[in-house]
Structures are given as C-alpha cells and as structure tokens.
C-alpha cells in the first residue's frame, strides 16, 4: 500500500507500518510498498507497539508516523559498530 493511500483510510491516526518493499535513494529511505500493523490514537502507544515489535524480529523494517505527514522524508543513519580486539 502506498502513503497516501494509507492516509486517506486512517486520517489523523498514528499508524506502524512494515516496510514491504524499499530502497535507497541519496541518504533517503523510500518505502515502495508497506503494510499497516497497528493503529492508535496516542503516539506512545504507537512508539511502544514499534518497540515491541522491532525487538522480536530486528531484521523487519518498521516505522511509525502520524498520518498527517504528507511526505514519509526518512532519513538513513549509518551505524557505527565497535569490535573488540
């Protein structure tokens, strides 16, 4: 499902969503197709579910934003990993 589509269902909701299919773009995450796994009123719920969720499985790209963003701007962070020697 595509943003917009999912801000027309669920207007002024904060939704989790999966990112079904997504790529990479100049520092940019663009998410092609996603699904909607919960929907709240209250944004710490949402953050709460998002945690939940990310810690059971860290492999699945999970995200959540309020429906009243026009445009999902997300941007990629790189992670820096240390190694003991």
């Not at 595509?2 to 669920?10: A, D, Q, S």
């Not at 944004?43 to 860290?58: G, I, T, V, W």
């Not at 934003?65 to 240390?82: G, Q, Y």
Request: net charge neutral; proline share 4%.
């Amino acid at each position: 499902m595509e943003w917009n589509r999912i801000r027309e269902w669920y207007p002024s909701k904060w939704v989790v969503i999966e990112a079904r299919s997504s790529h990479s773009h100049q520092g940019y995450r663009i998410l092609d197709d996603m699904e909607v796994l919960e929907v709240f009123e209250e944004p710490m719920s949402a953050m709460r579910c998002h945690a939940n969720l990310q810690k059971e499985n860290p492999t699945r790209e999970l995200y959540f934003f309020h429906t009243s963003r026009e445009l999902l701007d997300i941007h990629e962070r790189k992670r820096v990993r240390f190694q003991k020697v």
